[in-house]
């Protein structure tokens, strides 16, 4: 089973100066700048995954965070140039077995009637890119009913989507055949049920579609993942291939070895190092689990809007904030060398804490700081990152734990890459 990534333009400055907080002088965004795979060893992560809505532009398609320049699609784009694998600089012969397939983001389209491209522009997307996989033109369903009701008692607008879908999926391969397939084409499925989208799988095999790509996953339940893919592998062929798009219960892969999923793509190792109340840095477990720590917050009180309302409204002093924050940081990094006890650390982190906890109330504020404070004596007590062998946490040690600017958030991300990557095989090894 192979877990791609599926990218959100995720870069970190290798010379990221901790202490000061600054990036490099000369520092060039991208050029400089290094993706996980360049600065971890091994890969963490079996290939990525790459939207066309985020480098091309088109009408309807809603303007996402990850957004490609013009210069980058160019670059990306260009003729006789080395395309995605180039661009994404996952081109050298260490990763001439990674995956690097393309999808249309179909979610940035949901809201409107069609798809934003059309299966002639998807394909000249992905062979001018030289993808190793493409998705054929999706548009999703979200609803999944497993009480599997006819194709007459569900919506129009539901009925349209599958019906698209599948043409766009014949019209895909068609143009994929007239061109002598450069990349392996991958058949979307959509469908409103369990049943529904067993069949759409049934269709798209007997277009030759060897790799069925699921989709319209993303908010359904484990259970209801569970029956859609019982139901597809009730009415595909055992030879082919599924892959789970936007895998969101990436937590609970352990439980969908039996399905024979050649691969699935997720974000959420990374963006929960920096979007989870609690569960940022990924720890694995003997029992071959994972688990999870908090990560301690320490924003650079300039930069925070919660400080900087406070300090413009009179509510707080800017320098008393900011040598608050000197205080928590120099006492977790005298922590991190044995040189300061758990407790001071804890009193010291918090001292500046209790201006960031959101509280309405003071009984909810009270409350709201013990929880904190349980999860910080935690954290410090495990002290994870000592124990982390990898590249992140061996170069940069306790700046990983801490909540404090993209250069260590993302690196967190990248540490749980690594950690997810791992869990992910160690599970395929027992699964065998
Ligand atoms: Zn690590």
């Known amino acids: ?28 965004r991208y050029w400089d700048d290094r993706y996980a795979h360049e600065i971890m060893q091994p890969t963490p992560y079996d290939g990525l995954l790459v939207a066309m809505s985020a480098v091309v532009p088109a009408p309807g398609v809603a303007s996402s965070k990850v957004r490609y320049s013009i210069a980058e699609r160019r670059s990306m784009l260009r003729d006789g140039g080395g395309g995605v694998r ?51 033109p999706d548009h999703i369903i979200f609803a999944c009913d497993t009480d599997n009701p006819p194709r007459e008692a569900v919506e129009e607008d539901i009925r349209f989507r599958f019906d698209l879908t599948l043409e766009n999926a014949r019209e895909f391969m068609r143009v994929c055949k007239a061109n002598s397939m450069p990349f392996e084409p991958m058949g979307a499925v959509q469908g409103w049920s369990p049943k529904s989208i067993a069949q759409a799988a049934k269709q798209l095999e007997d277009m030759d579609y060897r790799y069925l790509a699921i989709g319209g996953l993303v908010p359904l339940k484990v ?24 895998f969101a219960k ?36 003997l029992d071959g689990s994972l688990e999870y720590y908090a990560a301690i917050r320490i924003p650079q009180a300039i930069e925070n809007s919660r400080l900087m309302h406070g300090i413009k409204e009179g509510i707080f002093n800017a320098e008393d904030l900011v040598k608050r924050e000197e205080r ?27 201006f960031l906890t959101l509280g309405g109330d003071s009984d909810k504020h009270t409350k709201s700081l013990i929880k904190t404070r349980l999860q910080i004596e935690r954290t410090l007590a495990a002290a994870p990152w000592k124990h982390c062998g990898c590249d992140i946490c061996a170069h940069i040690g306790v700046e990983v734990i801490i909540f404090r600017s993209a250069n260590r958030n993302r690196r967190r991300g990248f540490h749980n890459l690594g950690v997810y990557h791992q869990h992910v095989q160690r599970i395929l090894e027992k699964s065998e």
């Open 328 to 354: 928590a940081l120099t006492a977790l990094r005298s922590f991190d060398k044995g040189q300061e006890t758990l407790e001071a650390t804890v009193e010291a982190v918090m001292d500046y804490q209790q």
């Open 86 to 136: 180039e661009f994404l600089r996952l081109d050298g012969p260490q990763y001439k077995n990674a995956m690097v397939m393309g999808d249309c983001g179909a979610f940035a389209y949901v809201q409107q009637e069609k798809p934003a491209y059309s299966p002639q522009e998807v394909f000249e997307f992905y062979a001018a890119a030289r993808f190793t996989h493409g998705v054929s």
């Open 1 to 28: 089973m192979k877990f791609l990534y599926s990218d959100t333009q995720d870069y970190v400055d290798p010379e990221y100066d901790f202490i000061n907080d600054r990036n490099a002088p000369t520092r060039q």
């Open 223 to 246: 259970d209801v993942i569970h029956k859609v893919l019982r139901a597809l592998r009730d009415t595909i062929k055992p030879e082919t291939k599924i892959h789970l798009l936007g």
């Open 250 to 285: 990436a937590d609970s892969i352990q439980h969908f070895t039996g399905y024979g999923i050649t691969s699935f793509d997720s974000t959420s190792p990374l963006i929960r190092a920096f979007m989870d109340e609690k569960a940022n840095y990924y720890v694995p477990k």
